[in-house]
């Protein structure tokens, strides 16, 4: 049973460019959190997603950040227009249910902003 | 609002006993865990706790919670070279999925 899975591991981008980030979860597992870790910090909370539904965004930056977790395919992390500041490395855990007391982590995706 | 504290930076001398200890905030947290973080990788769970629970003990990993103080401590005994890395506590909230992470606390265990 392959663990959840993110790509690109590593993500170098221009500011202004766009970043997209991908997570599958585990085998069986549809529930989906993303976390941003900036560099020499702890991991922040950004969004929890079921699929087809966002269940709570409340760490999202207002702008130029969404998620989304289709019924097929990978859930997507989307930053429009990177600024320097979204350099961190994100990471993707999941769980099969909601209120489930354990959340899988993914290997992250680092993500440099020149 | 939610804060997890740690402190940065733990040395210790393989053989030993590590000691890692965390405070947190929120009182209706339900779930307490410990991950470690190798440098250039994931978070792996070590263990974790429910609130209701005083101790838990996994081989070489000893939890320790005090709900009144709001105070949780990792002990690994017999600590090793490959034990050196990243250590964060988080907790969990009642009727929410999320997880607040405290800064991490970095073992570094020398020979």
């Known amino acids: 049973n392959a663990g959840v899975m993110q790509n690109p591991r590593h993500l170098v981008r221009r500011r202004g460019q766009e970043a997209r980030l991908r997570c599958s979860p585990m085998?069986?597992?549809?529930?989906v959190y993303w976390y941003r870790q900036l560099p020499e910090e702890g991991l922040k909370f950004m969004v929890y997603?079921?699929?087809?539904?966002?269940?709570?965004e409340s760490g999202m930056p207002k702008e130029r950040f969404s998620a989304e977790f289709p019924k097929e395919g990978p859930s997507i992390l989307r930053i429009q227009q990177v600024v320097r500041g979204d350099s961190a490395a994100y990471f993707c855990?999941?769980?099969?249910?909601?209120?489930?007391?354990?959340?899988?982590f993914g290997p992250g995706t680092r993500l440099t902003v020149l | 609002g939610e804060d997890v504290e740690q402190s940065l930076f733990l040395s210790v001398r393989e053989g030993d006993s590590s000691v890692i200890n965390c405070t947190y905030t929120?009182?209706?947290?339900?779930?307490l865990y410990w991950y470690k973080q190798e440098p250039g990788a994931g978070l792996q769970l070590l263990t974790y706790?429910?609130?209701?629970?005083d101790m838990k003990q996994d081989q070489r990993l000893t939890v320790l919670l005090n709900k009144k103080d709001k105070h949780l401590s990792l002990r690994i005994a017999d600590t090793q070279t490959g034990d050196s890395a990243i250590y964060f506590c988080?907790?969990?909230?009642?009727?929410?999925?999320?997880?607040?992470f405290g800064t991490g606390t970095r073992l570094q265990v020398f020979p």
């Open positions: 085998k069986g597992h549809s529930h």
């Open positions: 988080a907790e969990k909230e009642l009727n929410t999925d999320k997880l607040i």
């Open positions: 706790i429910f609130s209701n629970m």
């Open positions: 997603l079921q699929k087809e539904n966002i269940i709570d």
């Open positions: 929120d009182s209706s947290s339900t779930y």
């Open positions: 855990a999941s769980s099969p249910d909601r209120g489930y007391n354990e959340q899988f």
